[in-house]
């Protein structure tokens, strides 16, 4: 069987990559969704195993020795993310096509692991002040939380040069047609 492909999605934290990737979705068939396993707590409506497997930082150590992880980073202090082998290796042999939404990083090492069967999409918010208040107003991280994640927005931001497409989201409903668009022709060429 043909084997799938891999779209990358990263972004900085609240430029809309999670709202992008669930429109994908809707619109693409035999598109997947691959879950990350992470040493961060729950947040919000967050359920084990469909938005993340949680484990605890013992957990995650194990998998990184059981050579579980295809990549794996500390995105931000202490906090681990990891692509698991079993995830990804088996939808692809599968045939299906596997959406990752991991950092910046992450994606670069993925693009090195499979080359032409993965597709990096950078989703570039329209300033840092709009990424902070789409934070505020997504209500679900506390202040020190957010402070860290736009922080980090400007290095995260350099690393767009190095992907396969930007998308800037500023107008969603733009920002969405051009992701369609964009995917479509990569795995329908
Ligand atoms: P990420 O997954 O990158 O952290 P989200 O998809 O959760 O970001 O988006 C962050 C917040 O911004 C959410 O509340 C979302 O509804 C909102 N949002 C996403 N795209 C836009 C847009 N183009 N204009 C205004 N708000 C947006
Ligand atoms: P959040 O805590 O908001 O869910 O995610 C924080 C960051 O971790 C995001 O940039 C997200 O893309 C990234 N991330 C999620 N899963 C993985 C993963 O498996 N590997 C890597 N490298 N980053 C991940």
Do not use: C, W
Not at 1 to 18: E, L, T
Not at 119 to 131: A, D, G, H, N, Q
Not at 147 to 171: C, G, M, T, Y
Request: proline share 4%; net charge negative.
């Amino acid at each position: 069987m043909k084997q799938g492909r891999i779209i990358v999605f990263s972004a900085p934290s609240g430029s809309g990559k999670s709202t992008l990737i669930q429109y994908l979705r809707s619109k693409i068939d035999n598109l997947h969704f691959s879950v990350s396993a992470t040493s961060r707590a729950p947040r919000g409506e967050e359920q084990n195993g469909r938005d993340y497997y949680f484990l605890t930082p013992e957990e995650f150590r194990k998998k990184i020795a059981e050579d579980a992880f295809i990549e794996y980073e500390e995105v931000y202090h202490d906090k681990f993310y990891g692509t698991l082998r079993s995830e990804v290796q088996r939808q692809l042999n599968e045939g299906q096509n596997v959406v990752l939404d991991i950092d910046v990083k992450g994606a670069l090492n993925v693009k090195r692991l499979y080359g032409q069967q993965a597709l990096l999409v950078f989703i570039k918010p329209p300033s840092i002040e709009t990424l902070r208040l789409r934070l505020e107003k997504r209500g679900t991280d506390a202040p020190e939380v957010i402070a860290d994640r736009v922080s980090k927005a400007a290095f995260e931001l350099s690393f767009a040069p190095q992907f396969d497409r930007i998308i800037v989201n500023d107008d969603l409903s733009t920002a969405q047609a051009e992701t369609l668009q964009v995917v479509s022709e990569y795995l329908n060429p």
